[in-house]
Each structure stands twice: as structure tokens, then as C-alpha cells.
């Protein structure tokens, strides 16, 4: 476990610096990138504990142990609980437990997972009624924010499966068929590239329901003449896919061509913008501008992008207000959209890192108007 070993230490540089004693994490992204098991939550308590100094420990139902490898349980100390047993009451005895490099005695400060059910954290904070609570992202956020290697290179091979499947998509047409029916094939085209479409239905919004930003897909037919935004993530050994297009189904109109043109420079100038040290509020003002010059700025509804790695939807948000700083190999969406009500709407979503020079696009599928059947 010497990729996680390496992660625990820059953890515990970071609780140590903000006075943190533990952090205790439940099955989530969080839970993958601290110790790659991929647990999901369920009304079973499943706990990950990370004292300030120390190795960390899992709580985990008895009957679960054996999902986890012998070098996984020789790195990290399983403790585990019977059917009848409080799951709880053992981890607030961890989280309890003097030595750590916290604080021997005295209040205790917890960061509990950012995404944890409240029947587990109420449960935890009742039985330890003294002590702090923050949120654990205070310490992983930072992290995960900056991509390693290999993480880069999932979110880029995650990338280009997506496109492919896109592509596949694109061939098989769309006139005369259901958004739903569409919806369906992108399942099977991402199963066909090995794209895990879990997690990812995939919106389809045909005409007027493009302009739903984050549309359900319907049963109405696609008809030509139809602009469809076409927006779906997917899953790569854990890492997330994130794209969107938008294509108009026979010639398309004047509006059409203005509004696409002015989401496509809106997109430029957001990845224009990307350095080090541009603050995200300046990313999402850059492509923001450029559609509110157009005079499309209040149908402009939601932020510029958004962070992506283990999570689809992660920090950093590009997005007014958000004054953090870009930092090499952060990742994260370009995403600009207009959408007319009752008439159509547009998208085009990109992948970006941030790099020395400024940044590089992971997505590399065409952002140039596209006609399709
Ligand atoms: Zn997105
Ligand atoms: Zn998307």
C-alpha cells in the first residue's frame, strides 16, 4: 500500500498543522482515495479512521473481511464487528484512543467525512459529546484537488473512451428515435468501449428540453431540425468521464449558430483564462463575459465548471465568489451553456488540467458546429 502510505502522511502533515486528531471516513470517494476499497455505503457501518500519527484503522462488518487483501489488512488494522455488535461505539473508542500525536487528553477534534449519512455522524457525535467536529475535507480536499500521474492518465484514458462512445453514438443517428432510446444506446456504446456507464444515465435534450440544463430524458422523438444537447460521464478503474456536445439535427438556424458560436467562444476564453494563480471566479467570469457581451448573459444559469476525479462533481467549482487559486494539475470541466426556454439549449463541456504554461484539454472531440442525422 505504499500509493495510499504516501497519501496518510500528507494527511497527517495536514491534520497535524490544523490541530486535527482524526479523521474517520465512510464509504465514499474519499474512502478509494485514502485506501483504494471501493465500498459503497450501506446501512452496515464501514469506518476508516486516521489518527494524526499512526497508522489508520477500519472498522468493517466480520463478514466483509475477506473482500480486503492480505496486504491491505497488514497495512491497514481491521477491526470488525458481529451482526449484534455497535459499530459506533467501537469507532468513537478509536477516535477516542490517546497517542495518535493529538492531544492525550482534553477535547478531541474530529474531521468526519464530507459524505457520511447523519444516522452514522449523529450516532458518533452522541457518543462523544465533547468533542470538535469539522469536516474532513478541510484535509483530503486539498489533495484530491491535484492530480498525481496516474491519476492523470485515468482521467485522460476516461476521456477518450467517452469520446468514442460519442462517436459510436453519432453514427447510429438520432432522427425518429426517442431520448430515451438514445439514453439506452449510450449505456450500451459506453459498455462497448469499456466505459462503466454506472452512476451516469446521460442526458439527452432534444429541442425545447435542451434548454433543461439538467434535463430527464423523455419519451418525445427527435426530430430534424432539433438541436440536442447530449451530456454523459462514465467510470475508468474509479475516475470519471465528463462531456458534452451539442448537435443540431439537419441544417441548422441562424439563432442556433449565433448562440452555439457564442457558447464556443465562452469556452475558448474560459480556457484562455486557466494559469497558476487565476483565481476560479476568474475562470467562470472569463467564458461569462463573453456570453453576457452577446446579450445571452441571464440564460447563463450555472457555474462555468466543475472539478472532477474520483467524484464526477468535485472542488474546485468555477464559479463567482470562489476566490482559491489554480494550482498545476488541478482538473476540472469548461462547461459553458445558453438555454432558451421552450426553444433549445446549448452546451460544450471539456476536461482541462491546469499545467506550468497554463493548461491542456483532456477532451479532444471537435467544438465546432456538428450536423447530424
Ligand atoms: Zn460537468
Ligand atoms: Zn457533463
Redesign the pocket.
Known amino acids: 500500500m505504499p500509493y495510499y502510505a504516501q497519501r496518510w502522511q500528507r494527511a497527517q502533515d495536514a491534520m497535524r498543522r490544523d490541530g486535527i486528531d482524526a479523521v474517520v471516513l465512510a464509504p465514499s470517494a474519499d474512502l478509494y482515495y485514502m485506501s483504494g476499497y471501493a465500498a459503497k455505503p450501506t446501512e452496515r457501518f464501514t469506518g476508516f479512521v486516521l489518527p494524526a500519527a499512526g497508522g489508520p484503522s477500519l472498522v468493517t462488518p466480520a463478514f466483509e473481511l475477506a473482500r480486503l487483501s492480505t496486504e491491505f489488512q497488514a497495512a491497514v488494522r481491521c477491526r470488525t464487528w458481529a451482526e449484534t455488535d455497535d459499530p459506533l461505539r467501537l469507532t468513537a473508542e478509536i477516535l477516542r484512543a490517546p497517542g495518535g500525536g493529538g492531544r492525550a487528553s482534553g477535547r478531541r477534534h474530529i474531521a468526519a467525512a464530507n459524505q457520511m449519512w447523519s444516522e452514522f455522524l449523529l450516532g458518533l457525535q452522541a457518543l462523544m459529546p465533547d468533542a470538535k467536529w469539522s469536516p474532513a475535507g478541510l484535509v483530503l480536499t486539498p489533495l484530491r484537488m491535484v492530480k498525481d500521474d496516474t491519476e492523470r492518465r485515468l482521467l485522460a484514458e476516461a476521456q477518450v473512451l467517452a469520446e468514442e462512445a460519442l462517436r459510436h453514438l453519432i453514427e447510429a443517428g438520432f432522427a425518429g428515435k426517442t431520448e430515451r432510446a438514445v439514453a439506452a444506446a449510450l449505456v450500451d456504446a459506453r459498455r462497448a468501449v469499456g466505459l462503466d456507464p454506472t452512476g ?1 444515465a446521460g ?1 439527452i435534450g432534444s429541442g425545447p428540453n435542451g434548454a433543461s440544463p439538467h434535463h430527464m430524458n423523455s419519451d418525445r422523438v427527435i426530430a430534424r431540425g432539433d438541436a440536442i444537447v447530449i ?3 462514465g467510470g475508468h478503474h474509479g475516475y470519471r468521464a ?3 456536445r451539442t448537435f443540431h439535427v439537419g441544417p441548422a438556424t441562424g439563432e442556433f449558430t449565433r448562440v452555439y458560436e457564442t457558447v464556443r467562444a465562452a469556452n475558448a476564453a474560459a480556457f484562455d483564462a486557466i494559469r497558476p494563480g487565476a483565481t476560479c471566479q476568474s475562470i467562470d467570469a472569463a467564458g461569462r463575459t463573453v456570453i453576457e457581451r452577446a446579450g445571452y448573459g441571464e440564460y447563463f444559469t450555472h457555474r462555468l465548471g466543475h472539478g472532477i476525479g474520483l467524484d ?1 462533481h468535485e472542488p474546485p467549482y468555477m464559479i463567482a465568489g470562489n476566490t482559491l487559486p489554480l494550482a498545476v494539475d488541478m482538473t476540472f ?1 469548461d ?1 459553458p451553456g445558453v438555454y432558451l426556454p421552450g426553444n433549445f439549449g446549448v ?1 460544450i ?1 471539456d476536461v482541462v488540467t491546469v499545467t506550468a504554461a497554463g493548461a491542456e484539454r483532456l477532451t479532444s472531440f471537435p467544438r465546432e458546429i456538428m450536423i447530424v442525422d
Open positions: 451516469s442526458i451530456d454523459f460521464g465528463d462531456i458534452t464526477g470541466t462547461e452546451r463541456e
